[in-house]
């Protein structure tokens, strides 16, 4: 009936069950759901809205398709409408025991239970189920797993979420007050081992859905985009493990080399040993247990933690199912204490497994919507909370709000917050290269000729103005797609790396050379007055082209330093950021007024520069980005050296192999240094055929015994 497109599901079960029945399934949803759970109207458009918990309103949605209105329903129910709240007992949703019920009492005396919960749970606590006549037969235990097997895997493995909805009825009950609705089983336990309410066992299964969550499209590609950037994204998840398989598979987190064959899944594959487990299964993992399989406490009665276990699971799991806001917090806590990086024999054993470990203590992100993942929220590195669905302690606990609820904001928030990262390095080395330049020169200077060439008003300028235009113009790049495709930066890495000191030392290298050159030779080659011969009130010609072309190659510098990681072409991107190319347009107009029309006031030759020196300052500032080009090619050239190095060092340490001959045949074998022959540089060892035989010859080698060894006439 499901399949029949032309008429809603809701319409399709009135249609096929009989009145009594479908009065029952609308009234059990429309009891058992939360007040905050709701529908919305919008006047203008007609279209439906949901508000709170998703689950909830796609049940709302059926009970509104199948022609009921939910909130009349609740409303002429006692025990649930808000005038007779107190005849009530609700049993409110936990992750410990995932599932909810609501008591309310009926017309003839006595009280009845609506549950909704996790399929698997709710069915093992059913006695008895429904047919669709509405008569009450007996439940079996075959006829339990026939429901798993024919129902609930079915719909899991379509990434469907499965919930069950059941009801008691408890005559002897004679108010919300009665300790028999607080009664607890003596076997029956929770999810989380605590036990059961009575009332909430015995029950009579009267449907179970399958609801679909379907994957926002942009999902799967940003989960794309995070494994690009070196972002390793995790499923913890309170759905049954095949749903959260199926899920998993179709957004990318299950990757082709976490499956193998299992002809006997309906898939006919599966995740491969730790790579998807349940919440029970991962708390016996990685906490110390008894003998009879329950959790060991610590002084603080809380799970006794192994931290040794946790690092033998954490790097394969992919997946958890069936878990608790606690194995949230289990999950960033050993995440963040663990040390697998720094066992480089564990970390080659799983790179051979394609499982990368990032070098470095993990940095945890966490997402969550619930009062119960506060704790993990605040304890990650950076917590994540839902703006839509998330409670307000959810948002409080965090460090940043998603306000559309989207995972490909996640994305954007990581884009942003390297592109934060790139800003403060960009400006680093722009000042630093300033700096080095700006005190050589000045070092210089005052030891020769007693004072410094720049004088501290042009220093200021070059401060107050210059730099702080600059550090808004490197400041507001805005982020670009190859942001996430550099792996993440190690907590012990430097702010300063390798490429920005190539890029610094050579700039400032460069604009120093210019500069020394202006200073020493400058008035010789401009046929001016040598600076420091003139008098020090009158600013000098010598000493404002020294001044104009160390800022104009400040300014191409600026250029420069947009790039990071030896990007050949420094003007991608250029004309995206409007503020940028106006700061450094300002820039230069603002030193072209103070070179020409400064004076006095910036100690600058009356009358500005003449065209063939203002040539010579634009050529010199020009040429910085040509100078870029090859520290580009110097910082290429060296890394590829380094990485030979690097790939030499890896090799295994032998003495080389040994060749031999046999009547057998020919043979190879590489043996490690163990012999004085082959701690030589000798690619191969020729035996002379008379001396042994093969066997002889590599337990000779092996040390034995002696050797006959003929040098080769080809060596």
Not at 68 to 94: E, I, N, Q, V, W
Not at 340 to 367: C, H, K, N, S, Y
Not at 463 to 474: E, G, P, R, Y
Not at 493 to 508: D, F, H, P, Y
Request: net charge neutral.
């Amino acid at each position: 009936a499901a399949g029949d497109s032309k008429r809603s599901l809701g319409r399709q079960l009135v249609e096929l069950l009989p009145e009594k029945l479908a009065h029952l399934l609308a009234h059990l949803i429309c009891v058992d759901t939360m007040d905050e759970s709701f529908l919305e109207v919008n006047e203008a458009t007609g279209a439906t809205g949901f508000k709170g918990n998703p689950t909830e309103c796609a049940l709302l949605s059926l009970v509104a398709e199948m022609g009921y209105d939910y909130a009349a329903l609740r409303h002429d129910t006692p025990g649930r409408s808000l005038a007779t709240a107190a005849r009530g007992k609700p049993f409110m949703f936990s992750s410990k025991r995932k599932m909810m019920s609501w008591a309310v009492p009926l017309p003839r005396g006595g009280y009845r239970v609506y549950c909704k919960g996790a399929s698997e749970i709710v069915i093992a606590r059913c006695d008895a189920m429904l047919s669709a006549s509405g008569e009450a037969a007996p439940l079996s235990d075959a006829k339990r797993q026939q429901l798993m097997e024919t129902v609930v895997r079915p719909f899991a493995g379509e990434a469907y979420r499965t919930i069950a909805l059941a009801y008691r009825d408890l005559p002897g009950v004679k108010s919300a007050s009665s300790k028999e609705l607080e009664a607890t089983h003596s076997t029956m336990t929770n999810a989380d081992g605590s036990a059961a309410y009575v009332a909430e066992t015995g029950l009579t299964l009267l449907a179970l859905t399958g609801i679909a969550d379907p994957l926002r499209p942009e999902v799967p590609g940003a989960i794309e985009r995070c494994n690009r950037a070196g972002i390793d994204v995790r499923m913890v998840t309170g759905d049954n493990l095949d749903t959260a398989v199926a899920i998993a598979k179709n957004c990318g987190i299950l990757r082709p080399q976490d499956l193998e064959p299992d002809p006997a899944h309906a898939a006919g594959e599966r995740p491969k040993p730790k790579r998807a487990l349940e919440g029970r299964e991962f708390r016996a993992l990685v906490h110390r247990t008894h003998a009879d399989g329950s959790l060991a406490l610590d002084e603080e009665g809380k799970p006794e933690f192994l931290q040794t276990q946790f690092d033998k699971v954490w790097p394969y799991l992919r997946v958890l199912a069936r878990s608790s806001p606690a194995d949230k917090l289990t999950l960033a806590n050993g995440l963040n204490k663990s040390t697998v990086f720094a066992d480089a024999q564990q970390v080659e054993e799983l790179r051979r497994e394609g499982i990368v470990v990032f070098p470095d203590r993990q940095v945890v992100a966490m997402t969550g919507d619930g009062t119960n993942d506060a704790p993990a929220l605040k304890r990650a590195d950076v917590g994540f909370a839902m703006g839509v669905a998330g409670t307000q302690i959810a948002k409080d606990a965090c460090d940043i709000v998603l306000l559309d609820d989207n995972f490909a904001s996640i994305v954007v928030a990581a884009k942003w917050g390297r592109n934060v990262y790139a800003s403060i390095s960009k400006f680093l080395q722009f000042q630093l290269t300033v700096n080095i330049v700006a005190v050589s020169l000045a070092i210089i200077g005052s030891i020769v000729f007693q004072e410094s060439p720049i004088a501290a008003v042009q220093m200021l300028w070059v401060n107050l103005i210059m730099d702080s235009l600059a550090s808004l113009a490197l400041s507001t790049e805005p982020p670009s797609e190859e942001l996430l495709a550099r792996p993440p930066v190690n907590r012990s890495t430097s702010i300063v790396t390798r490429q920005m000191w190539i890029n610094m030392l050579g700039q400032a290298a460069y604009q120093l050379g210019v500069t020394l050159f202006v200073l020493f030779h400058g008035a010789e080659h401009f046929h001016v007055l040598d600076g420091h011969d003139v008098d020090n009130s009158k600013p000098s010609v010598h000493y404002t082209i020294l001044f104009n072309a160390f800022v104009l190659m400040t300014l191409c510098n600026e250029v420069n330093c947009r790039k990071l990681e030896g990007e050949f072409n420094v003007f991608a991107g250029v004309c995206s950021n409007a503020w940028f190319v106006g700061v450094l347009l300002g820039t230069l107009v603002l030193q072209v007024l103070a070179v020409q029309f400064g004076g006095r006031a910036l100690r600058c030759a009356e009358g500005g520069l003449t065209t063939h020196q203002w040539l010579f300052c634009v050529g010199a500032g020009l040429f910085s980005l040509v100078w870029q080009q090859a520290l580009n090619c110097y910082s290429l050239l060296s890394r590829r050296v380094d990485a030979r190095r690097k790939r030499i060092k890896k090799k295994p340490a032998h003495g080389g192999a040994v060749k031999f001959m046999s009547r057998t045949g020919n043979g190879f074998q590489e043996f490690r240094r163990s012999n004085p022959y082959l701690g030589k540089s000798l690619s191969t060892l020729r035996f002379s055929p008379s001396s042994k035989t093969a066997p002889d010859l590599i337990s000779a080698v092996a040390g034995t015994g002696p050797v006959a060894v003929s040098r080769p006439s080809s060596y």
